[in-house]
C-alpha cells in the first residue's frame, strides 16, 4: 500500500485510470474473466460518491497471475500473496498514480446475492464503455449491499439517490438484503426510498 492516502477520484479521472490499466493489460488478457467491483463499479455507473482505487475481481488465481504479468512495467505495491484472513489471492499496482487492486475471493458459495463471491459477480454484471473497452461490471444492487454491511452511509447513500432517479431490480434487491441479514429496520428504509411499501412484498424474480 502506499504511505499516504490516495487523493479521491472524479468519474472522469477514474475512466482515465481505468483506460490506462486496460490499454496496458489487452490483449494480453482478454481471456481472464473478471469484473470491475469496489465503489469504482459505482463510479463507473454515474454514482457520485467518493473512490480512491480500482478494484478488480478475477475468477481465479491465473486471472491475477496474468495481470500481475501484464503489469510488470508498472509499480508492485503488494506482490501477489494469499491473504487466509480475507481468502484473497491479491496483488496491489500503482498505474498512471492510481492503486489498482487484482484478487480472488475463494468463499465456497453458490448465493448470487453477494458482490465478491458466490454467483453474484458472474450473473449481475453489466457491460459498460470506457475508452475502447467494454467493462463488465458489478450490479449497483450488489454493490449496495456491500455497503451497507460495512455501515458505510457516505457510500450507500449516493448508491440509493442513484436507483431513486435511474429505477433497479427492486425485488432482487430485496432478497439480497435479506439473504444478507441486513437489520430489519434498515431493510424497510432503503426499500422504502427506493418505493417499496412495507408490509406489501413484490415477489421475487
Known amino acids: ?25 489487452m490483449p494480453e488478457c482478454d481471456r481472464v474473466e473478471y469484473r470491475l467491483v469496489g465503489t469504482g463499479a459505482a463510479l463507473l455507473q454515474g454514482v457520485s460518491l467518493p473512490a480512491a482505487d480500482i478494484d478488480i475481481l478475477a475468477r481465479d488465481r491465473g486471472g491475477v497471475d496474468a495481470f500481475v504479468a501484464a503489469l510488470s512495467p508498472f509499480r508492485c505495491l503488494e506482490a501477489p500473496a494469499w491473504l487466509a484472513c480475507s481468502r484473497q489471492y491479491y496483488a496491489n499496482y500503482e498505474v498512471e498514480g492510481v492503486e489498482v487492486g487484482i484478487s480472488t475471493v475463494e468463499v465456497d458459495s453458490a448465493v448470487d446475492t453477494r458482490e465478491t463471491f458466490g454467483r453474484g459477480p458472474w450473473e449481475r454484471f453489466s457491460l459498460l464503455s470506457c475508452g475502447r473497452h467494454a467493462v463488465p461490471t458489478v450490479a449497483l444492487e450488489l454493490r449496495l449491499v456491500t455497503e451497507l454491511i460495512r455501515s458505510r452511509p457516505d457510500r450507500s447513500d449516493p448508491l440509493v439517490r442513484h436507483m431513486q432517479r435511474h429505477g433497479c431490480d427492486l425485488g432482487f434487491l430485496r432478497r439480497c438484503l435479506e439473504a444478507a441479514e441486513i437489520p430489519q429496520p434498515l431493510r424497510v428504509e432503503v426499500l422504502g426510498r427506493l418505493g417499496e411499501t412495507s408490509g406489501q412484498p413484490r415477489p421475487s424474480p
Not at 500500500?1 to 479521472?13: F, G, K, S, T, V
Open 1 to 25: 500500500m502506499r504511505d499516504h492516502p490516495a487523493p479521491a477520484l472524479d468519474r472522469e479521472r477514474f475512466r482515465e485510470a481505468l483506460t490506462a490499466f486496460l490499454d496496458h493489460v
